[in-house]
């Protein structure tokens, strides 16, 4: 029955219609090719009662994710937590504020894990035996792991500097690590011309139109998390512009099969000074995005110098009532130590240009205090520990004695409860 | 002077599989029309109804993205290279 949900794969700029395929890319002008449903169906099929009975992970919004079968792979991804940040709110100045929590993902801490649990499910359904990615690292860490769970061969290539630890954590699967000695966009540029030659589903390349539907799984945990209704504002990081525009579609699909009533709604971009492509454009007020052929920032998963959904995410932050800033090393750092501190939640680089930028959108009136936001935290501190480690302090040390003890704590403000 | 323009795979099948043909024109709109002209049907492919470049293809003079130069104004002389590029999508 749930075949009918998910009709054709459709050209984002001119309509023309293809089939379920391994294709991505419009023959006639070369638009990107997206998943494109029956909602009327849909609209009669579930509910928020349906829903809400399901397991939870990302497929209780099966109807709405473009594979034809029962789903395969990411069996326990997604249904993050969805956490309300009392002591970031305050600390930001803002009167309701959400971290929806994607550094809990399972398998592989981040929001990939979406994406491939879409991407590896139809490419089991098209019969691939291989299966490969172009990745500035947590896209490989989730291809990798989750191909290993499958039982299918992997080979994810990455710029060759990437951090050690996400490196490793493809590495352990057994997969093929490929590093290319360029940055993303020319290992993105390479993947595409192996993925012409090879009979391989490259998730982020002729597998596009799948994997990126299963970002709008964190959209519609948002909206049912919060007891189904929207944020008034969002803000979400920024590489190639995907995950923004896929979340802004889950809105506006939870809205049109009526599962929210209609809403208004602000989403907000956030990227890293040293790879703003996008950000840039949107304060010029153009949606024509200037590549920039080095992108130099400690968040390695956003430098996407030639951001794919560019265009498109532009427009969803315009169209929206949305804005868009960038933050620099220095300031994503603060913003890793500041949700750590007041939330007890480590975000990778992306999380910390995420509060960063949340910071100025709401310091400067673009997220107005008396509103609700949510913070789109995308991966796990652990995996780019190596940007903060510089800026942390060292353990003190001392010998086993409470002399020592009490000597190094005399100058803190905590003090011994008297016994 | 005939300019070289590379074409990609997929627009092949309209110049008779020709990775780079010649044509004459002293500006990118002019190498487009002329382009129509030999090989006709392959400008509807590269300009939308509007008449602009189509927003997933780049043309490039001498490596350069032409809407970062004069658009479909920008003028070519002998010794340019012209190059047909889709977007690459990805990340």
Known sequence: MGKEFFSFLKCRECGRQYPKKAVHVCEFDFGPLEADYNYEQIRHSISRQVIESREHNMWRYRELLPIDGDPTIGLKTGFTPLVKADRLAKALGIRELYVKNDAFNHPTLSFKDRVVAVALSRAQELGFKVVACASTGNLANSVAAQAAGAGLKSYVLIPADLEQSKVLNSLVYGTQVIGIHGAYDQVNRLCSEIAGKYGWGFVNVNLRPYYAEGSKTQGFEIVEQLGWRLPRHTVVPMASGSLLTKVTKAYQEAIKVGLIDQQPFSIHGAQATGCNPISTAFKAGTDLIRPVPKPRTIAKSLAIGTPADGYYAVNAMKSSGGSCEDASDEEIIEGIKLLAETEGIFAETAGGVTVACAKKLIATGRIPAGDSAVLCITGHGLKTAEAVAPHLPAPRLINPSLREFEALIANDEVHAAAA | ?91
């Open chain 2, 1 to 91: 002077m005939p300019i070289p323009v590379s074409i990609p795979t997929p627009l092949r099948p309209l110049t008779e599989n020709l990775d780079t043909v010649e044509v004459e024109g002293a500006t990118v709109s002019e190498i487009i029309t002329a382009l129509d002209k030999k090989y006709p049907g392959i400008g509807e492919r590269l300009l939308d109804a509007q008449g602009n470049v189509r927003r997933f293809l780049n043309i490039y003079v001498n490596g350069e993205d032409v809407r970062f130069l004069q658009d479909k104004e920008t003028a070519v002389k002998a010794g340019d290279e012209v190059s047909i590029v889709p977007a690459i999508a990805g990340g």
